[in-house]
């Protein structure tokens, strides 16, 4: 059984950074794209960043855009999620997400096929 494992989420006071993880065990890594979305209470949940594991490339959401870079690291099966010059508005549970899939529309939810258990992240003063 797949597990996406998030860790890093917090308090931080906007300005801030914080670097949110995700580590992929329990099957043969085989994942194409792995991201980060977000739900904020009352909200839908949002695309936020997804990066193609082949080979690095990158997609943002434009209100991360600038402050945020995802990045991989191909032998621990972990994603990352750097977020710089935090704002109150990015405050919102983050969830990780994988797809083995050989094309994704990469900003619909629908479209990834494992998900983490989320992590609170709260940027506030």
């Known amino acids: 059984q797949v597990q996406l494992v998030e860790s890093g989420g917090g308090l931080v006071q906007p300005g801030g950074s914080l670097r949110l993880s995700c580590a992929a065990s329990g099957r043969t890594f085989d994942y194409n794209f792995m991201g980060w979305f977000r739900q904020a209470p009352g909200k839908e949940r949002e695309f936020v960043s997804t990066?193609?594991?082949?080979?690095?490339?990158?997609f943002y959401a434009d209100s991360v855009k600038g402050r945020f870079t995802i990045s991989r690291d191909n032998a621990e099966h972990t994603v990352y999620l750097q977020m710089t010059s935090l704002k109150p508005e990015d405050t919102a549970v983050y969830y990780c997400?994988?797809?083995?899939?050989?094309?994704?529309?990469?900003?619909?939810?629908?479209?990834?096929?494992?998900w983490g258990q989320g992590t609170q992240v709260t940027v506030s003063s």
């Open positions: 997400s994988a797809t083995s899939a050989s094309s994704v529309v990469v900003g619909s939810p629908g479209a990834y096929d494992d």
């Open positions: 990066i193609v594991w082949r080979d690095g490339r990158t």
